[in-house]
C-alpha cells in the first residue's frame, strides 16, 4: 500500500492564482481530511469528507473548495490564492480512530 | 466541546535524558488518546494510542497512560536519542465524531 499521498510537494504560487493540491489513498478509508499546518498554531481542519459524494467544512474553509468523486481520491481547490494561505497542507484518512496522514504540500503565495 | 492542551516547546534535552510531554484534555463521554510524532519534513504518524481509563499505551520505548481522574496523557520515554527530535502531537477522539481534536505540538530537540 502506498497509504495516503499527496502532489506537489512543494509549490509557488502568486497572489489571485488558483490551484488545486492532490490526495488520494489506497486503503478504501472513508473518512479523509484536510488541515493547514502553521508556527504555533498546530492542526487546524479545512474541510473533511465521510465518503464519495459528501463533504463538510472544518474549522477554516473559507478559500478552499474540496470535492468527493472517489473513495480514492479528495483534491482541494485554491480559489484565489493569498499570502495568507502560505502554509504547509496534509490531507489524511482515517481507519476506525487512527488517522494516516501523507507527507504534506509546502505552499507559498507571494 | 473537546480541546486538547499540551505543553509549549521547545522541549531541549541531551541525549540519554528522561522525557515527559504533559498532556491534559476535556471531553464528552469517554474518549480515545493518541499521541502522534512529526519527524521533520514528514507527516504526522501514530505513536501510540490508549482507548479506556488506565490504559498504557507503548511504542518505540514511549509510553503514556489514560488517567481518567486527572484528565491527563502524558508521554514519557526513560532515555531519549538524537533520533526522537520531532514535533510531538496529543490528540483525543470522542465518542462517534468524524473530527479529532489535536493538541498545538510540542517541539522535542535532543542534542547528542
Known amino acids: 500500500n502506498a497509504g495516503v499521498t499527496q502532489t506537489p510537494k512543494f509549490q509557488v504560487l502568486k497572489t489571485g492564482q488558483s490551484m488545486t493540491l492532490q490526495c488520494a489513498q489506497d486503503m478504501n478509508h472513508e473518512y479523509m481530511s484536510w488541515y493547514r499546518q502553521d508556527p504555533g498554531m498546530g492542526l487546524r481542519l479545512i474541510h473533511y469528507?465521510?465518503?464519495?459524494?459528501?463533504?463538510d467544512q472544518g474549522e477554516v474553509p473559507n478559500g478552499y473548495n474540496v470535492s468527493r468523486s472517489t473513495t480514492e481520491d479528495f483534491p482541494l481547490r485554491l480559489l484565489s490564492a493569498a499570502p495568507s494561505q502560505t502554509s504547509v497542507y496534509f490531507c489524511?484518512?482515517?481507519?476506525?480512530?487512527?488517522?494516516?496522514f501523507g507527507p504534506g504540500t509546502r505552499l507559498t503565495v507571494l | 466541546g473537546n480541546s486538547v492542551t499540551q505543553m509549549e516547546g521547545p522541549v531541549t534535552l541531551s541525549e540519554e535524558a528522561f522525557l515527559t510531554i504533559n498532556c491534559t484534555y476535556t471531553a464528552t463521554g469517554y474518549p480515545s488518546l493518541f499521541w502522534y510524532v512529526q519527524y521533520p519534513g514528514e507527516g504526522l504518524q501514530l505513536l501510540l494510542k490508549a482507548t479506556k481509563a488506565d490504559d498504557k499505551g507503548s511504542n518505540k520505548g514511549f509510553e503514556a497512560t489514560y488517567r481518567k481522574e486527572t484528565t491527563s496523557f502524558h508521554l514519557e520515554k526513560g532515555s531519549v536519542q538524537v533520533s526522537d527530535s520531532a514535533v510531538y502531537f496529543c490528540a483525543l477522539s470522542s465518542g462517534g465524531s468524524y473530527i479529532p481534536t489535536f493538541g498545538r505540538g510540542t517541539s522535542l530537540i535532543v542534542h547528542p
Open positions: 489524511a484518512s482515517r481507519r476506525g480512530n487512527e488517522q494516516f
Open positions: 469528507s465521510v465518503g464519495a459524494g459528501i463533504t
